[in-house]
């Protein structure tokens, strides 16, 4: 089994950062990708970013390149999701998910952790 356990949400003003933080734990060893997804209420869950566990290999979706960085500390079995220059559209739910690397699917989910960006 994996744990996953989302931080770092909160309510920000347009402009600021927060960085997303997902600790994994139990059996961390097979994970291979891990990614954050979002979601808000009336629209499907979207994949934001992800990144091998191994590092060589990230993904972003358009509306997080540029602003959004995805990072991981192996020794702490843990990612990062860097948010800059937030704005209203990214206010949703954010959750953090992991994979092995047999299996297209993420397999592995957190608890999600809200991110609301509002004046």
């Known amino acids: 089994q994996v744990q996953l356990v989302e931080s770092g949400g909160g309510l920000v003003r347009p402009g600021d950062s927060l960085r997303l933080s997902c600790a994994a734990s139990?059996?961390?060893?097979?994970?291979?990708?891990m990614g954050w997804f979002r979601q808000v209420p009336g629209k499907e869950r979207e994949l934001v970013s992800a990144i091998n566990w191994s590092g060589i290999d990230t993904f972003y979706a358009d509306s997080a390149k540029g602003r959004f960085t995805i990072s991981r500390d192996n020794a702490k079995n843990t990612v990062y999701l860097q948010m800059n220059s937030l704005n209203p559209e990214d206010s949703a739910v954010y959750y953090c998910?992991?994979?092995?690397?047999?299996?297209?699917?993420?397999?592995?989910w957190g608890q999600g952790t809200q991110v609301t960006v509002s004046s």
């Open positions: 139990g059996r961390t060893f097979g994970i291979y990708r």
């Open positions: 998910a992991a994979r092995s690397e047999e299996d297209y699917k993420y397999k592995y």
